[in-house]
C-alpha cells in the first residue's frame, strides 16, 4: 500500500476553511484514498472518500488531482468541536472480502475561538 | 443500530498477565479489525479476520492472537504482557470489501479497551 505523508499539525481559527493535504506518491490503480477524524480517547470515525476528482458529503470534501498523487481534505467553516486528529489513509480495492487500512501518524489540527 | 461494542472499556495486569478483549461488531458487518494505540500515536494494524480466519497481519508478535466467531464477534488475545503493551485497542468492523468503492469497505471503530500493564 501506498505510503502517506501528511502534516504533522495545523491551526486554524472559527469560521475558516481548512484544508489539509496529504502526498500518496506511489499509490495504484485500484487503490483508493480515505479520510478519518479521531478525538481523543474515543475510535476514528469515517470522514469521506474517493478515488478521483471531487467528492462532497455533508461533513467535507476530497479534491484529488488526475495525477491522485495527493489529495485534499477541505473542512468548510470550522468550529471548536473540529478539534482532532485527521488520517489519510490509502487502500486497495480486492476483489475478495477484506481490507486493510495503514494509519500514518495523523494531522492534529487545533481550532481557536 | 448498534455501532462496535468493545469489553471491558478499561483494564489493569500486571507484567506476564494475559488478556482477553471482546468485541461486537456493527449489526450487517462480517470482518473485524484489531488495532493498538499508544498515547499520541496513530492506530497500528494488528490483525483481521474475516469468515473466522485470520486473513491479515501487521507486525506484532505471536503473543497476539485472536479469534472470530460465526456471529463475527471477535476476541483478540495477549500472552506474555509487557510494559509496552499498555495502550488503547481499538475494534472495527466493515463489510468485506467487494472491490467496488460503495461504502463497503468502511471502517466502523468501537470506543477501544484501555489496557494498562503494570
Known amino acids: 500500500l501506498a505510503k502517506t505523508t501528511q502534516p504533522v499539525s495545523m491551526d486554524s481559527y472559527e469560521g475558516q476553511e481548512v484544508n489539509i493535504t496529504c502526498s500518496h506518491n506511489n499509490i495504484a490503480t485500484n487503490d483508493y484514498i480515505t479520510w478519518y477524524q479521531q478525538f481523543p480517547s474515543q475510535g476514528p470515525r469515517f470522514i469521506i472518500q474517493?478515488?478521483?476528482t471531487k467528492v462532497t458529503n455533508e461533513v467535507a470534501s476530497l479534491f484529488i488531482p488526475a495525477d491522485r498523487k495527493s489529495s485534499t481534505l477541505s473542512l468548510p467553516r470550522v468550529s471548536l468541536s473540529d478539534t482532532a486528529v485527521y488520517y489519510c489513509?490509502?487502500?486497495?480495492?480486492?476483489?475478495?472480502?477484506?481490507?486493510?487500512?495503514?494509519f500514518g501518524a495523523g494531522t492534529r489540527l487545533a481550532v481557536h475561538p | 443500530d448498534a455501532g462496535v461494542t468493545q469489553s471491558p472499556t478499561h483494564l489493569i495486569k500486571t507484567r506476564g498477565q494475559q488478556v482477553t478483549l471482546r468485541c461486537s461488531p456493527k449489526?450487517?458487518?462480517?470482518?473485524v479489525s484489531w488495532y493498538q494505540q499508544a498515547l499520541g500515536q496513530g492506530p497500528q494494524f494488528i490483525f483481521q479476520?474475516?469468515?473466522?480466519?485470520?486473513?491479515q497481519r501487521g507486525n506484532f508478535p505471536d503473543r497476539f492472537s485472536g479469534h472470530q466467531f460465526p456471529n463475527y464477534s471477535s476476541e483478540l488475545n495477549v500472552n506474555a504482557l509487557l510494559l509496552g503493551d499498555s495502550a488503547l485497542y481499538l475494534c472495527a468492523s466493515s463489510l468485506g470489501d467487494r472491490g467496488t468503492l460503495s461504502g463497503a469497505n468502511v471502517l466502523t471503530f468501537g470506543a477501544g479497551s484501555r489496557l494498562t500493564v503494570l
Open positions: 449489526s450487517g458487518h462480517d470482518t
Open positions: 474517493g478515488y478521483k
Open positions: 479476520y474475516y469468515e473466522e480466519e485470520e486473513r
Open positions: 489513509l490509502v487502500g486497495r480495492l480486492f476483489s475478495g472480502g477484506y481490507n486493510k487500512l495503514i
